[in-house]
């Protein structure tokens, strides 16, 4: 694929079959994300690529935890509730997603199996949990960076035949995650990844999230036209 054909056609993939995916080809991805742009060269990513038991007992440890109503523990700055157009695109993605789930607004019970997807990681048989070091813990350069080898994470990704979700409901209990994925003290938990081969039947895989144009994103000045 070009460039344009894996930034352009990728997608969150939200269903994935059950078939394991090669570790070599899980370094391969990693190996180009890692081409990503980083403040001064610093690098301050790293990755604990899951799979099977270790895996298994993180989606159980989340599932038991939220049930059970333990607040969450995601070890970056949240900011609440969106307001405005920011708000108004999270319920238009929902109700793309809702609608080719067929998820009613009134069916409790399929919506919360929905939000329990998330804490399982989808059911993917790969996560990938970002950390950076916490050595440099306390600016935004760190975090930027870690977007940054994400975003190239998941195109690559998309490149090799893999879908992949960029999901935060995987790491919100960070003690369970800390604990199976053998992460040390030293570093701070970011973000996790689901990741496999994209299950065609699964319809919220067809979901295409609108985006906004150019003219509302960009400002252009200094140009004679």
Request: with cysteine; aromatic share 8%; hydrophobic share 40%.
């Amino acid at each position: 694929m070009s460039y344009e054909e894996v930034v352009v056609g990728r997608r969150s993939i939200r269903g994935y079959k059950p078939d394991p995916v090669p570790r070599a080809l899980i370094r391969e991805v990693i190996d180009i994300a890692m081409r990503a742009p980083s403040s001064l060269n610093t690098q301050p990513w790293n990755f604990y690529v899951l799979t099977g038991e270790p895996l298994d007992r993180i989606r159980a440890g989340n599932t038991q935890r939220n049930l059970a109503g333990v607040p969450h523990s995601r070890e970056f700055r949240i900011h609440g509730e969106y307001a405005g157009a920011h708000r108004e695109r999270q319920v238009e993605i929902a109700k793309q997603l809702f609608a080719a789930m067929g998820i009613a607004r009134e069916d409790k019970e399929k919506r919360t199996d929905w939000v329990m997807r998330g804490f399982r990681q989808f059911d993917a048989p790969v996560s990938i949990v970002v950390t950076y070091d916490r050595s440099i813990h306390g600016g935004d350069i760190a975090p930027f960076d870690c977007g940054a080898v994400t975003n190239a994470l998941v195109n690559a990704a998309w490149s090799r035949g893999l879908g992949c979700v960029i999901n935060s409901q995987g790491i919100m209990q960070s003690p369970v995650v800390r604990e199976h994925a053998g992460i040390p003290d030293d570093q701070v938990i970011m973000i996790c990844v689901a990741m496999g081969w994209p299950d065609d039947e699964f319809p919220a895989n067809a979901v295409v999230s609108r985006r906004k144009s150019v003219d509302e994103a960009a400002v252009f000045l200094g140009f004679g036209d």
